[in-house]
């Protein structure tokens, strides 16, 4: 199956991706306290991602944090 491709406003295919490489070993406030310069290249190194890190923003980062930790949450029930 060929997944489609990633981009920077993606943020809840982020989200699931990066829950996926790191499952529960960032919990909400962790993912909060990520340097967003660490979270920059967890995202450039996503299989799937094609966005380049110029296209890249804190507000991209600020949602895919957010978007991190909703996908959290909805696997710990």
Known sequence: MIEPD????DYEDIAIKLYEKFGDDF???KIY???FTELVEWVLSLPSFIG???????????MIQ???VYEWRDNQK
Do not use: A, D, V
């Open 6 to 9: 990633i981009r920077w406003n």
């Open 27 to 29: 919990t909400e406030s």
């Open 33 to 35: 306290r990520i340097r």
């Open 52 to 62: 380049k890190r110029e296209e890249c923003n804190e507000g991209h980062l600020e």
């Open 66 to 68: 957010s978007s991190w």
